[in-house]
């Protein structure tokens, strides 16, 4: 069974910073493509983020390109994201789901870790 469990959401000021974390179970997490999407309170999903399978090659949406770092760790089967320089439009329920940057929506993904920024 594929589990994925986020942890490291929490309440930030803006310009603050953020690390989340991903634990990955039930599958073999270093052939996988991983992605972080994000849900704000009222709206849809959007995907935030994406690395392939190696580490070496990464993908942001516009929104957070330039202050946000996905990284991974296959030793651990571990997926993170560094948020720097947060602001309000920021809040939302990050997920990481099993997916490259194209095919997340119906991706398996974890139950979710609360980001709100505000001051």
């Known amino acids: 069974e594929v589990q994925l469990v986020e942890s490291g959401g929490g309440m930030v000021q803006p310009g603050g910073s953020l690390r989340l974390s991903c634990a990955a179970s039930?599958?073999?997490?270093?052939?996988?493509?991983m992605s972080w999407v994000r849900q704000a309170p009222g709206k849809g999903p959007e995907w935030v983020s994406s690395?392939?399978?190696?580490?070496?090659?990464?993908y942001y949406a516009d929104s957070v390109k330039g202050r946000f770092t996905i990284s991974r760790d296959n030793a651990k089967n571990t997926l993170y994201l560094q948020m720097n320089s947060l602001n309000v439009e920021d809040t939302a329920l990050y997920y990481c789901?099993?997916?490259?940057?194209?095919?997340?929506?119906?991706?398996?993904r974890g139950q979710g870790t609360q980001v709100t920024v505000s001051s």
């Open positions: 039930g599958f073999t997490f270093s052939i996988y493509d």
């Open positions: 690395i392939k399978v190696g580490g070496r090659t990464t």
């Open positions: 789901a099993r997916s490259g940057p194209t095919q997340w929506v119906a991706a398996p």
